[in-house]
C-alpha cells in the first residue's frame, strides 16, 4: 500500500472508514464478527489509517475499532471525531464545540478506544455559537498535553478554516469527495493545497451507490439513512443511475470494478489525499483496496472528470456542512 502525508501524519492512502459497521447504514451492528475481521484484514494488506466517531452509535464504534485494533493500536493513525453530542447537557446529538464539552468527548473517546492519544481529531460539525478561537484554542491545549497528534475540521466553510488554521496548524480537512461530490474542487482543495493541509475524502464510493451495487432503494433496510437522502429519491436516483453506468463502462474497459475505478480516480487528484471507504466485509475490503495499484489512463481520466453533476443534495438538510 503506498503511503501519503496528511499534515505531519504518515498515512495509507487508502484508509478505512468504520462508520457502517456500526450506524446509519443497512446491517449495522448485524455482524462485528465480520466487522472485526474486516478491522484485522485491513492491517493485514497494510491500511493503517481508521477512521470513526463517537456518534457512531453512540460510541460503539469506537469501541468496536479499538477491540480489533487491541496491540496493533500505535502502528496505526487513528483518527475519531467529536462535538455533536452534548455531554455538558442531556448528552443528545447537537453541535457543541466548547471547549468543556470537547474535552469531555475526548476523554470518553480515548477510553473507548483503548489509548493514551488520538493521531488525528476532528471537529466533526462547526458549532455557529461558539468561536473558532475558543474550539481551536482547546485543540490546541490538547496537542500540547499529548492526548491528541493533530486536530482536524470535518464540513468547514473555507473562511473558517483559514481562521482556524491562524491559530493553531491544522493536520486534515474531511469533507465528502467523490465522482458524484464534486464541490471540494473550486475552492476548498485550492485552499487547503495552499495552506499545507491534508485532505481525506468521506464517501468517496457515493455510500455505496458507485459500486453499482444500489440500483433500487428496495434493498435498503428501513431505517438506512440512505433513505432520506435527495440523491436516492426514485427520481433522483434514475437520473443517478447514468452516472453509475459511465463509470461501469470505464470499469469494464480497465479490467476493474466500478468501486476500484471510483477510488483509483481520488488517488489520481494528487498528494495529501487519503479517501477512507467504508465497508463491513473482507470481501469489499479487498477489492477496495486493490484501487491503490490501479493505474487509469488519461482518457479514463477525462471521461470520468467530465461525468454531470448529480441530482438532488448530497443531505436533505445542508444547513450543518461548509459552514
Given amino acids: 500500500m503506498k503511503h501519503t502525508t496528511l499534515g505531519t501524519l504518515d498515512?495509507?492512502?487508502?484508509?478505512?472508514?468504520?462508520?457502517?459497521?456500526?450506524?446509519f447504514y443497512s446491517g449495522a451492528r448485524a455482524d462485528d464478527a465480520e466487522s472485526t475481521r474486516t478491522i484485522?484484514?485491513?492491517?493485514?494488506?497494510?491500511?493503517?489509517?481508521?477512521?470513526t466517531a463517537e456518534m457512531y452509535g453512540p460510541y460503539i464504534n469506537e469501541e468496536l475499532l479499538g477491540r480489533a485494533l487491541g496491540a496493533d493500536r500505535d502502528?496505526?493513525?487513528?483518527?475519531?471525531?467529536?462535538?455533536?453530542i452534548k455531554h455538558l447537557d442531556d448528552g443528545s446529538y447537537g453541535y457543541d464545540g466548547r471547549p468543556e464539552n470537547l474535552r469531555r468527548a475526548l476523554e470518553g473517546s480515548l477510553q473507548r478506544l483503548g489509548t493514551d492519544h488520538?493521531?488525528?481529531y476532528y471537529q466533526h460539525r462547526m458549532d455557529p455559537s461558539t468561536p473558532v478561537e475558543d474550539t481551536v484554542g482547546a485543540m490546541a491545549e490538547?496537542?500540547?498535553?499529548?492526548?491528541?497528534?493533530?486536530?482536524?475540521?470535518?464540513?468547514?466553510?473555507?473562511?473558517?478554516?483559514?481562521?482556524?488554521?491562524?491559530i493553531h496548524p491544522i493536520t486534515a480537512i474531511q469533507t465528502e469527495y467523490s465522482l458524484w461530490t464534486r464541490d471540494p474542487e473550486s475552492e476548498l482543495l485550492p485552499l487547503l493545497r495552499e495552506l499545507g493541509i491534508g485532505f481525506v475524502p468521506y464517501s468517496p464510493l457515493g455510500r455505496g451507490f458507485l459500486t453499482g451495487a444500489i440500483r433500487s432503494t428496495e434493498t435498503l433496510e428501513p431505517n438506512d439513512f440512505r433513505l432520506n437522502n435527495p440523491r436516492f429519491d426514485p427520481d433522483n436516483l434514475a437520473e443517478n443511475l447514468k452516472i453509475v453506468d459511465a463509470v461501469e463502462a470505464v470499469a469494464a474497459e480497465a479490467g476493474a470494478t466500478p468501486a476500484q475505478v471510483a477510488l483509483a480516480w481520488i488517488?489520481?487528484?494528487g498528494d495529501g489525499i487519503a479517501p477512507?471507504?467504508?465497508?463491513?466485509?473482507?470481501?469489499?475490503?479487498e477489492e477496495n483496496v486493490t484501487a491503490d495499484s490501479l493505474v487509469l489512463t488519461a482518457e479514463q481520466l477525462a471521461a470520468l472528470s467530465a461525468l454531470p453533476a448529480p441530482a438532488g443534495d448530497?443531505?436533505?438538510?445542508?444547513?450543518?456542512?461548509?459552514?
Fill in 11 to 23: 498515512v495509507s492512502r487508502l484508509g478505512l472508514g468504520t462508520m457502517g459497521m456500526s450506524a
Fill in 40 to 51: 484485522r484484514r485491513a492491517l493485514d494488506l497494510g491500511v493503517t489509517f481508521f477512521d
Fill in 75 to 84: 502502528s496505526v493513525v487513528l483518527a475519531t471525531k467529536g462535538g455533536t
Fill in 118 to 120: 488520538i493521531d488525528l
Fill in 142 to 166: 490538547f496537542v500540547a498535553e499529548g492526548k491528541i497528534r493533530g486536530y482536524g475540521l470535518s464540513e468547514a466553510a473555507p473562511e473558517r478554516i483559514r481562521a482556524a488554521h491562524a
Fill in 267 to 269: 488517488l489520481a487528484q
Fill in 276 to 285: 477512507i471507504p467504508g465497508t463491513k466485509r473482507v470481501s469489499r475490503l
Fill in 314 to 323: 448530497r443531505y436533505a438538510d445542508m444547513s450543518a456542512v461548509n459552514r
